[in-house]
């Protein structure tokens, strides 16, 4: 299972955009690319998933480069019920196991 | 709210004692998942049943940890003569199995906080 590094913790200001990228260097052939986000004392929910290139969808998008060894979320127009810790995973589509990585918590201030 | 629910939400126990949790899934949703999630830590899966077969268990669920789902539908986790250590977040999602084409979202409930004196 190839494994993800992303920053610890990120700050920005409501109505920002935020990016934050995750690297998988050991990403196999077969592996998507997921962001589950997960607010205190509830358990982490579906953002989005992408193969390649460009996903958008209502509340994020995911940028995947061409030798998709990185991948970047971004969050448009921030407000404080962003404030959350954003998990980026890899694996295959059909893995029924998903492998958390320590998350970046993203502090989103006024 | 995913549907999908556990209780107890919070549980404290003393060393040695026995607890059980409970999850109900979403009731069209045929793959049950647990987690363990410590603090500033992301969840560390457990095990997983697809119907009432529990397909794996990760080597973290040591000989005190036995879960089940006898019908396929709720699922109990239970931890005997608990320790400090087991102190967490317990959380339980489940998804429906699809085509390949399709996402196998997992929809996690709130967890059951442990805390074991």
């Known amino acids: 299972l190839a494994k993800t590094t992303q920053p610890i913790s990120m700050d920005s200001y409501e109505g920002q955009e935020v990016n934050i990228t995750c690297s998988h260097n050991?990403?196999?052939?077969?592996?998507?690319i997921t962001w589950y986000q997960q607010f205190p004392s509830q358990g982490p929910r579906f953002i989005i998933q992408?193969?390649?290139t460009k996903v958008t969808n209502e509340v994020a998008s995911l940028f995947i480069p061409a030798d998709r060894k990185s991948s970047t979320l971004s969050l448009p127009r921030v407000s404080l019920s962003d404030t959350a810790v954003y998990y980026c995973?890899?694996?295959?589509?059909?893995?029924?196991?998903?492998?958390f990585g320590s998350g970046t918590r993203l502090l989103v201030r006024p | 709210d995913t549907g999908v629910s556990q209780d107890p939400r919070h549980k404290i126990t003393k060393r040695g004692q026995n607890v059980t949790f409970r999850c109900d899934p979403i009731?069209?949703?045929?793959?049950l998942y647990w987690y363990r999630q410590t603090l500033g830590q992301g969840p560390e899966f457990l095990t997983y049943?697809?119907?009432?077969?529990?397909?794996?268990k990760s080597r973290l669920l040591s000989d005190r940890f036995s879960a089940e789902r006898p019908k396929g539908s709720f699922s109990t986790l239970e931890i005997q003569r608990t320790e400090q250590g087991d102190s967490a977040m317990y959380l339980c999602?489940?998804?429906?199995?699809?085509?390949?084409?399709?996402?196998?979202?997992?929809?996690f409930g709130p967890g059951t906080r442990l805390t074991v004196l």
């Open positions: 999602a489940s998804s429906s199995q699809q085509d390949s084409l399709s996402y196998n979202e997992q929809f």
């Open positions: 050991n990403i196999a052939t077969n592996d998507y």
């Open positions: 992408g193969y390649k």
């Open positions: 995973l890899v694996g295959e589509d059909s893995s029924y196991k998903l492998i």
């Open positions: 009731s069209e949703h045929n793959r």
């Open positions: 049943f697809q119907n009432e077969a529990q397909l794996e």
